[in-house]
């Protein structure tokens, strides 16, 4: 089951833009590797508590009947959200929070749980929360990781989703979100198809990927036609 609640979304939207949090042009890069027009960045929702603390109430309501007992956010953006959506889910016993984090294994990358905190996931019915879903690979990574560990998946939130990805696709009973901006994305370089790359338009820096991708390959006006 796949959720968004139109008015919810326009809500939510409204808000977005208001705080600047949709760049409507650009060049980006994506966790994925992939590579799209526009952005939507979680910081300014994360710098306002009281903006988060709406998010997390609505998303809260949401799962109120699911019986959440542990809320694992994806780090860092996603931790902000995930204590919103837990004090709200139940002021006197709130579910635990953990988080999965990214590290680096042989050049790729890749999520974790460090800290003892895997050990707390077994049994436990489990919402897995991100502040924006692309492509959802990060999310379906978290999915699987937590129910190899014996979590049962009780659904997938975020304030954002902007790709197609489905609770189906992601194996999981619910898949919510407060809205939904898609967004096109390409393969990168001049190899690729991201028209961007092909014109040669700079890579905005506004997200750590982005950031990444121009210190390891260089903005596209410098590119040799190989690449
Ligand atoms: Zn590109």
Redesign the pocket.
């Known amino acids: 089951m796949t959720l968004v609640l139109p008015e919810t979304q326009e809500v939510v939207t409204d808000i977005f833009r208001q705080h600047n949090a949709i760049i409507e042009t650009g060049?980006f890069a994506l966790p994925s590797g992939k590579?799209c027009g526009s952005w939507v960045s979680s910081a300014p929702i994360n710098a306002r508590v009281g903006l988060l603390s709406i998010f997390g109430q609505m998303i809260a309501d949401s799962f109120r009947k699911d019986n959440i007992e542990l809320i694992v956010a994806i780090a860092i953006a996603g931790i902000p959200l995930a204590h919103h959506i837990a004090y709200h889910l139940n002021q006197t016993a709130p579910p635990l929070i953990i988080f999965a984090e990214e590290v680096h294994r042989l050049d790729r990358k890749a999520f974790a749980f460090i800290r003892e905190y895997e050990k707390l996931i077994p049994g436990k019915r489990t919402l897995i929360a991100d502040d924006i879903i692309n492509l959802g690979t990060s999310m379906k990574t978290i999915v699987q990781m937590v129910q190899k560990k014996e979590g049962i998946v009780c659904g997938v939130t975020c304030m954002c989703h902007r790709g197609t990805i489905t609770a189906e696709e992601l194996g999981v009973p619910k898949l919510h979100y407060l809205s939904y901006l898609p967004v096109e994305t390409?393969e990168?370089f001049l190899t690729g198809n991201?028209p961007?790359?092909k014109n040669r338009v700079d890579i905005d820096q506004q997200n750590p990927r982005s950031i990444e991708f121009v210190k390891r390959f260089g903005q596209p006006n410098a590119w040799h036609s190989q690449i």
């Open positions: 060049h590579h390409w990168p991201c961007l790359c």
